[in-house]
């Protein structure tokens, strides 16, 4: 199904005519799972009880349109169960033809839109230059028809995305890349991308940065499954159950132990799901250098793949769980603008570029994304345990507040970037670029003011990275606002984007009306 | 690259959490006056409520009235001390917000961050002459909102940093 390459002239074109079909894949599977387990029954039913439903038909087995089956009815009209189905399916396929007819995108004018809805119109578009990244998504059911879904982010938080679900696999991807294309050329014009990216390398400038890319690392599948199980809610919950089974053994406290093992049965699914998704959203994991971009391709049963072009990415953070110390792993994340992060879920994803590594794989990631921070920096700030000359912290009067980390906890400048660190056994470390702070805070809770302390925020754009740097002394705190607000002027004065031609911006990336939540209007009163 | 720079000592701090020598600017004393007034609409109906119960039915409600007295002359002096509080400045790249006593907090805003800026006011503090300024940057963490501003000063202050944030506007 290779229909042709969307021209950026910019016709309406349809999207692959199963989507809708699919967009309701889950619903569908549901149905269809429901009506077999019914059918099941009833045939379990009929080898216990086969009496029963002799007088219907003669064979319990015979009940092809099981659909129905709630249940004793379906059974004895089996005609007017399969007319039942038979109008179901045809609605099934009137309102998939519909929502076809109605759905469609165009890629021109400078903006990709789309338009969906019969009933509810709805008209989303985002200008090219505000794409921040374009995925492409395969859930399972869409991998087994050869479809994939097109993700394209631009800034404005979680809810600015246009999908395109579902294209045949090879006009998707030819789609992306040929967005990509438009995209990063507008891009070069409006940011200067040598100046605009302090993390960034300084001097990569590929005549086509979107080229083929370079595989970097992967992780084992295997590795990913021991380290989603070393998590905190899982280990609490073993030394929980093993707990009640030492108190089983004590006479007085066994029947009640017992009783407890079953009532940590939802909150032990809690973490099953959890651990699941975790383990689904970042399977198969490839990190691959894409030039001016990294590319991350993921996924257990959804494959996803998505370029994060370097400059867009505003904070890294290198964490170390305290469970993952045995073993020396490592997980890096960052802030991505336009990837959303808000939520957990569909932030989390795009915003991992490293699930589970060693440190070697660590500093590999960390040199290619953010080879502005020297990798001894890293190592400091990960590792070092207080002392190190070129880092400032906390002072003995924050020892009450943070009586293990004290110590370590502290930042420090490196040419281009903030670094804090902060955390003794979950150790964490957090690069924010001059050029991406977004403004800074200073905060002052009743009992720092008592203690004369004060925690400072670097505030990046959103994402699951959140550079805190808690219970300074207060002049320290307010020479880091000093210092810092300084560097990001510098920064920003370098960084300055020469303003092509789109200035100014209107309004809306993407036509909010249509989507009353979660716009930037939600957060007033 | 270099190595991280070794802890020169910091630069000296013009923005503070209290005090200092920047020219800081108060809010408009008639946001005490709206505050007080949007307090007063909650609690007169609850005092009315209990006075009446107090008087007809038990007289131990009355003990309510008197908690509710002391609740309201708390908030009261509460908000004084908050608005107070409130003090603002602009400076060359950047403005900045202090508020609060118990909880202090100051916000740098940029103006090169600013995403756009809305000037709020409802039908009270429109009676009394006041407006809010509500500053946005590209993360909802990090705006800032300065409310009791009269409203010819906001939307100056406005216009002010919608020409600043254009002039030093710098890329996402």
Redesign the interface.
Known sequence: MSEPVPEPSGEWQRLHPLSPLLRGGVVLLAILGYAASQLFDTFLNSLGFGDLFVGTDGSPIDEPDGGGDPFTTAVHHPFLALAGLVVFLGLIALVNWVSWRFSRFRVGGGQVELRQGALFRQHRQVRLERVQAVELSRPLLARALGLARVVVQS???SDSTLTLSFLGLDRAESLREHLLELAGRTDEV??HPAE?NAVGPDDVAPPHPWAASQPVLEVPNGRLFVATILHGSTIALGALVVFGLLGAGVRSVGPLALAGIPALLPVAIGIAFNRVKELLTHGNFHLADAGSGVRVQEGLTDLRATTIPLH?IQALELVQPLWWRPVGWYRIRVNV?GSGG?GEGEGQRETTLLPVGTLADARTVLALVA????A??WD?AVLGGGGD????GQTTAARWLDPLSWRRNGW?????AV?LRHGRLTRRAIAVPH?R??????????LE?RLGL?TV?V????GPV?PVLAHLD??????????V??R??TA?RR???P?APL??DP?GLVDWSRHPQGT?DA??P | ???????TP????????RGGDLPWRPVSPALTRVRLISLGVVLAPLLVATVVVGLLVTRWVLIGTLVLLLVGAWLAWLIGRQVSAISWVELD??IVIRKGR?????????Y??L??V?I?SGPLARAHGIASC?I?????????SLPGLPVAEAEALRSRLAARG?A?????
Do not use: C, K, N
């Not at chain 1, 080879?371 to 020297?374: D, L």
């Not at chain 1, 420090?412 to 281009?416: E, F, G, I, R």
């Open positions: 800034a404005g938080g409006a940011t605009g867009r603008a808000m080879p502005g921070v020297p001894a920096a400091t000359p070129t880092w400032r420090t400048d490196v040419a281009s670094l050029a702070i977004q403004s800074l805070t200073v905060r002052q809770g009743w003011t004060a925020h505030v990046p754009a959103p959140s207060v002049a320290h705190a307010e020479g880091f606002l000093a210092e607000s300084e990001a002027r920003r960084s300055e984007p303003r200035a100014p309004p930037p957060e007033r | 690259m270099a190595d991280p720079l070794p802890a910091l630069r000296p701090a013009e923005v503070t959490l790249e950047e118990l909880f202090r907090s100051l916000v740098s805003v940029p090169g961050r995403q756009y809305d709020q509500e946005h940057t590209a993360s909802p963490e990090s705006g800032g254009e030093q506007r710098a890329g996402l």
